[in-house]
């Protein structure tokens, strides 16, 4: 197999994964906070400072809001065009995982580090979704792969150490610094396992360095210039003390902390043994060995660092890379039971997702009798048959595959098939029971010809501004009462908001739309209203 080849089936992989209904379902999570900042900068707002509520977001750099903008402005104002930027993320990761692991691991092992990578729960769960987590991984994926691959090959000091750190510095503008922490614990762990630590004090990494907080400090230092600097400090204090001293420390999330980890990385923790097997590194050259001597230890200690309080499962997402590039040749040996058991879970998956081929009509056809927006029955149980059935025949292809290849991709089209359900038959039940899309239609729906929503003291509430991203009445945020408009107008308010609101606006009849949700006692409300001069 050629590289060029791995890639077309890693490319058929992922479409089959993160494609298939990417835009059907209503935003969720933090979604909103993210996409629309994006939003404010397509209609004319900085670039530079993310706005979100008519505020500075000084919470995050703007790197994901950049992609989803520039994802926007060529596809359109949708959510399948803010969640691109996270899928094609992935298949970036994948790409350098395939072809920058030349020299270091034979082409059928890049495309098994490729599909681990990308079956994994988290990276499916994640990467479907507008979030941070994504990009941040890949940037800091891409780094750990590049350094990995390039040092074990006794690569240029200068390659090793400058590229790596300009994706880490692209990552900074994603997220906060927490993937160096990983990037390191790997690094560290090889260099001294190889006996080689003094590379660490050489030129080349110091420059490393110096090209990862240019790229960071080309952002921040026009950035601070541009917001309040007390605000930026208190709001970089408040997040520094809550996840380093945990402030935010629940007992119920911190015992599911390790659970939840290990179920975030399924199936392919399942394998992490194999890592302490005798012979794991046999036949390997010199630093290639290290890497996995090394690399096991800093990927163990890392993932139970979500043991210490404050520590929440997504943070060590950084991980995903490493550990797939490192398990990848260790499947490829794997001992010949691992094998047998590997086969006949598949086996075990595949008549599960077999039978909900089978039911995908009645599914459909029971999300539709209900109102769903849904394909046909016929139409959908066809087409999730006739994409089982081709996934059968690749299956078949097992005798022109190295065993472990054909196991992963077996795994692979698993998920390709779950993911087609999904998108034809729980996509539909899903959007039954939304209801920040459904509130949207209503405000549209209550709003007279030409009016315009005013969002009062929205901030960074995420599923207000997801349920704004829906609107297509025109609004305008008011962050405080002074940039409320002087005379009659309509007013979106949180529920929290909603008495201090009363007392400095004199509302006109009953609200005209009210949205119940569980985490607030009032309902947030489209209420008609006068601000009290």
């Given at each position: 197999?050629?590289?060029?080849?791995?890639?077309l089936?890693?490319?058929?992989?992922?479409?089959?994964?993160?494609l298939p209904g990417?835009?059907?379902?209503?935003?969720?999570?933090?979604?909103?906070r993210?996409?629309?900042p994006a939003?404010t900068?397509?209609e004319?707002?900085?670039?530079?400072?993310?706005y979100v509520?008519?505020?500075p977001?000084?919470?995050?750099?703007?790197?994901?809001?950049w992609c989803?903008?520039g994802?926007?402005k060529?596809?359109?104002?949708?959510?399948?065009?803010?969640?691109l930027?996270?899928?094609?993320?992935?298949l970036?990761?994948?790409?350098?995982?395939?072809?920058?692991?030349?020299?270091?691991?034979?082409t059928e092992q890049?495309?098994?580090?490729?599909?681990?990578?990308?079956t994994q729960?988290a990276?499916?769960?994640?990467?479907?979704l507008?979030?941070?987590?994504?990009?941040?991984?890949?940037?800091?994926?891409?780094?750990?792969?590049l350094?990995?691959s390039?040092?074990?090959?006794?690569?240029?000091?200068?390659?090793?150490?400058?590229?790596p750190?300009?994706?880490n510095?692209?990552?900074?503008?994603a997220?906060a610094?927490l993937?160096?922490l990983f990037?390191y614990?790997v690094?560290?762990?090889?260099l001294v396992?190889?006996?080689?630590?003094?590379?660490?004090?050489?030129?080349?990494?110091?420059?490393?360095l110096?090209?990862?907080?240019i790229?960071f400090?080309?952002?921040l230092?026009p950035f601070?210039q541009?917001?309040?600097?007390a605000?930026?400090?208190?709001?970089a204090?408040?997040?520094?003390?809550?996840?380093?001293?945990?402030?935010?420390f629940?007992v119920?999330?911190?015992a599911?902390?390790?659970?939840?980890?290990?179920?975030?990385?399924?199936?392919?923790?399942?394998?992490l043994?194999?890592?302490w097997r005798r012979?794991a590194?046999?036949?390997?050259h010199?630093?290639?060995?290290?890497l996995l001597?090394?690399?096991?230890?800093?990927?163990?200690?890392?993932?139970?660092?979500v043991a210490?309080?404050?520590m929440?499962?997504?943070?060590?997402?950084?991980?995903?890379?490493?550990f797939s590039?490192?398990l990848?040749p260790?499947l490829?040996d794997?001992p010949r039971?691992i094998?047998?058991?590997?086969?006949?879970?598949?086996f075990?998956?595949t008549?599960i997702?077999f039978?909900?081929?089978?039911f995908?009509?009645?599914a459909?056809a029971?999300a539709v009798?209900?109102?769903?927006?849904a394909?046909p029955?016929a139409?959908a149980?066809?087409g999730?048959?006739?994409?089982?059935?081709?996934t059968?025949m690749l299956?078949?292809?097992r005798?022109r595959?190295?065993?472990?290849?054909?196991?992963?991709?077996?795994t692979?089209?698993?998920?390709?098939m779950?993911?087609?359900?999904?998108?034809t038959?729980?996509?539909?039940?899903?959007?039954?029971?939304?209801?920040?899309?459904p509130?949207?239609?209503?405000m549209?729906?209550a709003?007279?010809?030409g009016?315009?929503i005013?969002?009062?003291?929205?901030?960074d509430?995420a599923?207000?501004?997801a349920?704004?991203?829906y609107?297509k009445?025109?609004?305008?945020?008011?962050?405080?009462?002074?940039?409320a408009?002087?005379?009659?107008?309509?007013?979106l308010?949180?529920?929290?908001?909603?008495e201090?609101?009363s007392r400095?606006?004199?509302?006109i009849?009953?609200p005209?739309?009210?949205r119940?949700?569980?985490d607030?006692?009032?309902?947030s409300?489209?209420?008609?209203?006068v601000?009290?001069?």
């Amino acid at each position: 197999m050629n590289r060029f080849t791995a890639l077309l089936i890693a490319a058929a992989l992922w479409a089959g994964i993160f494609l298939p209904g990417l835009g059907s379902t209503e935003l969720k999570g933090e979604e909103g906070r993210r996409i629309m900042p994006a939003v404010t900068m397509m209609e004319g707002g900085s670039w530079l400072v993310p706005y979100v509520g008519g505020k500075p977001f000084l919470r995050k750099p703007p790197l994901v809001q950049w992609c989803i903008a520039g994802s926007m402005k060529i596809f359109g104002r949708n959510a399948w065009a803010a969640r691109l930027p996270s899928a094609l993320s992935v298949l970036a990761l994948a790409a350098v995982m395939i072809f920058c692991t030349r020299g270091w691991l034979i082409t059928e092992q890049s495309l098994l580090a490729a599909i681990v990578m990308m079956t994994q729960v988290a990276t499916i769960e994640k990467c479907r979704l507008a979030e941070l987590d994504a990009i941040y991984v890949a940037l800091s994926g891409i780094a750990m792969v590049l350094w990995m691959s390039w040092w074990s090959q006794g690569r240029s000091p200068w390659l090793v150490w400058i590229v790596p750190m300009l994706f880490n510095g692209l990552a900074l503008l994603a997220k906060a610094p927490l993937h160096l922490l990983f990037f390191y614990a790997v690094v560290v762990a090889a260099l001294v396992a190889a006996r080689e630590a003094r590379q660490l004090l050489t030129a080349a990494h110091g420059i490393g360095l110096a090209v990862m907080a240019i790229i960071f400090l080309a952002w921040l230092l026009p950035f601070h210039q541009q917001v309040d600097p007390a605000a930026l400090a208190k709001t970089a204090g408040r997040q520094m003390i809550e996840r380093f001293t945990g402030a935010e420390f629940d007992v119920g999330n911190w015992a599911m902390s390790l659970p939840n980890t290990i179920s975030n990385h399924l199936p392919w923790i399942l394998f992490l043994p194999l890592f302490w097997r005798r012979d794991a590194d046999a036949g390997q050259h010199e630093r290639t060995a290290a890497l996995l001597r090394g690399g096991r230890w800093a990927l163990l200690g890392c993932f139970l660092l979500v043991a210490v309080p404050g520590m929440l499962p997504r943070y060590v997402q950084p991980l995903v890379a490493p550990f797939s590039v490192l398990l990848a040749p260790v499947l490829w040996d794997c001992p010949r039971r691992i094998r047998h058991w590997w086969r006949y879970s598949a086996f075990g998956m595949t008549l599960i997702v077999f039978f909900g081929a089978v039911f995908a009509p009645f599914a459909v056809a029971g999300a539709v009798a209900r109102g769903g927006d849904a394909l046909p029955p016929a139409v959908a149980g066809l087409g999730v048959l006739l994409v089982f059935a081709g996934t059968l025949m690749l299956v078949s292809l097992r005798r022109r595959l190295h065993e472990a290849v054909h196991l992963a991709l077996w795994t692979a089209l698993i998920a390709v098939m779950a993911m087609v359900l999904f998108a034809t038959c729980a996509a539909p039940w899903m959007r039954l029971k939304e209801d920040i899309r459904p509130f949207a239609e209503s405000m549209d729906a209550a709003m007279p010809e030409g009016g315009t929503i005013v969002a009062y003291s929205i901030d960074d509430y995420a599923p207000l501004l997801a349920s704004l991203f829906y609107l297509k009445t025109p609004f305008i945020y008011a962050p405080d009462v002074k940039s409320a408009p002087a005379g009659e107008a309509i007013y979106l308010v949180r529920g929290k908001d909603w008495e201090k609101f009363s007392r400095k606006f004199r509302l006109i009849g009953e609200p005209l739309v009210a949205r119940v949700t569980q985490d607030e006692k009032e309902p947030s409300v489209l209420v008609r209203a006068v601000r009290i001069e």
